[in-house]
């Protein structure tokens, strides 16, 4: 029987990234680290720059990019308020960001529409890599890119696409990896991928990542984890969401604890979920690590000065935002 894997899950970084981090996650003795996306804040220089401390971790690491990475604010900002020419017209370069950031990850992979095997002393699984950039709410955002980069141009194609990942995986344990969680978790404002800055709420997964896990237990796949990020763990309103569910002998994970580093007490801790995948299903469990001397050397709270600026600027027009796009504690 193949014995158990260990994986770490590190939820949203948002520049939440320091030397404490890379000394653990090079001394742990995880098989495989998944970052579910969002290393940016506001800029691409940021994302650039949490992806190059990625780089020398020493083990394998597969990145989701986020809806915040290889873009900028901007692009972001048409995404959020639904302007999708204004998108289109700010999103040329797409490529060139994201082709910056696979190379300043290195060794480090960056994902999207791909499988990736693990192959581990103490068994092999297949990881099934979603829809990268995505906003949650079942559309497509970045659509242009995708398009251009993926031939994916609605949420049909996408589903189409990762059921195609699926239906060429012979493994029987899959862990599917993607940015923002399926659909079909809950509509409620505090549910583990729900709508909270709408008053209406309602479910913000992703349709078709809901649909590929569904085409992969019909076709008799063994789905042991599903890891997202997005929604950040604090609910706007107050409260917190889940950030596990087991639904259908499958463990959920949202790994968005934002910020990812944060004071406990007197101790600063960093975040990130440890996955356990054994032959029949998954386990997690929620680690806060402490630093050597408690303190963080983290990139700063935004990182500098002029991230952080344009970060303030950008919260200030998402919160003013239409409620078509308006977002507010999701990353
Ligand atoms: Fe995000």
């Not at 950030?243 to 002998?249: A, I, L, M, S, T």
Request: glycine share 14%; with cysteine.
């Amino acid at each position: 029987m193949a014995e158990t894997i260990d994986i770490a899950v590190v939820g949203d970084v948002h520049l939440q990234w320091d030397a404490e981090d890379i000394a653990y996650f090079r001394a742990a003795s995880y098989e495989l680290i998944l970052f579910v996306g969002d290393l940016a804040g506001y800029t691409h220089a940021g994302g650039l720059g949490v992806a190059r401390s990625i780089a020398p971790l020493g083990r394998r690491a597969l990145v989701m990019p986020g809806n915040h990475d290889g873009i900028h604010v901007g692009q972001l900002m048409a995404e959020v308020m639904r302007r999708p020419r204004l998108g289109d017209l700010l999103g040329a370069g797409q490529e060139r960001r994201c082709a910056e950031l696979a190379t300043a990850l290195d060794e480090a992979t960056l994902c999207g529409y791909d499988v990736r095997d693990v192959v581990t002393p103490r068994g092999a699984l297949r990881v099934i890599a979603g829809r990268p950039h995505s906003m949650g709410g079942s559309y497509i955002a970045y659509a242009r890119y995708l398009a251009r980069r993926f031939g994916v141009g609605s949420i049909d194609d996408s589903a189409r696409r990762l059921q195609a990942l699926v239906d060429a995986s012979p493994h029987q344990r899959l862990v599917f990896f993607a940015h923002a969680g399926p659909a079909g978790l809950g509509g409620g404002r505090a549910d583990i991928w729900g709508c909270d800055f709408r008053p209406e709420e309602g479910d913000w997964g992703d349709e078709d990542l809901r649909r590929a896990i569904a085409h992969a237990r019909a076709a008799g796949k063994r789905v042991v984890a599903v890891v997202a990020g997005h929604m950040h763990h604090a609910v706007k309103g107050g409260g917190r969401r889940p950030w596990r569910v087991v639904r259908d002998g499958i463990l959920y994970v949202n790994a968005a604890r934002v910020p990812r580093i944060f004071h406990r007490g007197s101790t600063v801790v960093r975040h990130h979920v440890a996955v356990q995948i054994a032959a029949d299903g998954a386990t997690a469990t929620e680690m806060l690590v402490p630093g050597a001397d408690g303190r963080s050397t983290r990139r700063g709270d935004g990182g500098p000065a002029a991230e952080r600026m344009i970060g303030t600027l950008a919260r200030w027009l998402i919160r003013r935002a239409p409620r078509t796009g308006g977002v507010s504690r999701r990353g």
